[in-house]
């Protein structure tokens, strides 16, 4: 997989009703997150996190992927909550993956 790239070339479908900087496309029964912007504000951070905290109780992610291809720079707080996710789905016996991140972002992760 490239940086930034698409982590699945499936065809998708858009969920309804979810934050205008991200959107959620189903693939089977994986889903997908996909980030809008480049950048993520504590706001933006926050509402993600409660969304996905949400969907994942409600037991709707199962299986999901979060693609980091567009964001180029993640704040420590993202990073926490992708561990935060990380465990949350673990604990409903799901899997979570990170495709497609930014070599900055990639270089975080790895520190």
Do not use: W
Not at 16 to 39: C, I, T, Y
Not at 80 to 104: A, F, S, W
């Amino acid at each position: 997989m490239t940086p930034g790239g698409a982590c699945y070339n499936a065809p998708i479908m858009a969920a309804s009703a979810q934050p205008d900087f991200f959107e959620l496309h189903q693939h089977g029964d994986v889903s997908e997150v996909r980030f809008l912007p480049n950048s993520l504000d504590p706001q933006m951070i926050e509402n993600f996190a409660g969304e996905i905290r949400r969907m994942i109780r409600e037991g709707r992610l199962q299986k999901l992927v979060i693609n980091l291809g567009r964001i180029q720079f993640m704040p420590s707080r993202f990073i926490g909550v992708l561990m935060q996710i990380h465990t949350l789905v673990h604990q409903n016996r799901g899997d979570l993956r990170l495709c497609g991140p930014h070599p900055h972002v990639l270089e975080a992760l790895h520190h």
